[in-house]
């Protein structure tokens, strides 16, 4: 592999983690916040809640492990190699 296309690719997977993770986990903060807040106005809807915030933070999980697989691909499998 060329060093250039070396260098590009574990600049490109350091940016596809990094960026990738940026933005669940801005959620996530702002998910759980919310969660709490709800929970705290309303304790009765604590389980609905606490379900739904569950099902919105692995979606929010899945995000970020998009990231790392293109990053991982970009590493040991690159398709511009």
């Not at 801005?26 to 705290?40: D, K, M, P, S, Y």
């Not at 492990?65 to 990053?71: M, N």
């Amino acid at each position: 592999m060329e060093p250039l296309v070396a260098a590009a690719s574990v600049i490109a997977a350091a940016l596809a983690v990094g960026l990738g993770a940026i933005g669940p986990g801005i959620g996530q903060g702002n998910a759980a916040g919310q969660a709490v807040e709800g929970i705290a106005r309303q304790p009765e809807a604590e389980g609905k809640i606490r379900a739904t915030l569950l099902l919105s933070l692995a979606f929010m999980e899945a995000l970020t492990i998009y990231g790392l697989v293109v990053a991982l691909v970009l590493l040991f499998a690159n398709p511009f190699a």
